[in-house]
């Protein structure tokens, strides 16, 4: 199938810079969309670019049950991100 790039602003880095480096993938396990979405929320506002996968999938039943959440962070923001998500309990 075709390959669909999740984040669009890491798609149109990679046009510009010969030397773009793929996105870091955090694995947060299973939690509520909701209580993650609260951290990347922060993190974008910070200026750090994270993304979190397949939100729109999340998104069904996820007021209910943990869903496995896994986070796209650009290479210079991960230190970052890690720390943000272990301060709220994800890692």
Not at 10 to 27: L, N, Q, S, T, W
Not at 44 to 49: A, F, I, K, M, V
Request: glycine share 8%.
């Amino acid at each position: 199938g075709r390959r669909v790039e999740p984040m669009g602003w890491f798609g149109r880095k990679r046009a510009d810079d010969e030397g773009h480096e793929a996105p870091v993938e955090i694995d947060l396990g299973m939690r509520h969309v909701y209580e993650v979405q609260v951290v990347v929320g922060a993190l974008n506002d910070e200026g750090c670019r994270t993304y979190l996968v397949d939100q729109s999938d999340l998104a069904y039943a996820a007021e209910l049950h943990p869903k496995r959440c896994r986070v796209l962070v650009a290479p210079a923001d991960e230190a970052r991100a890690r720390e943000a998500f272990a301060e709220a309990g994800f890692l």
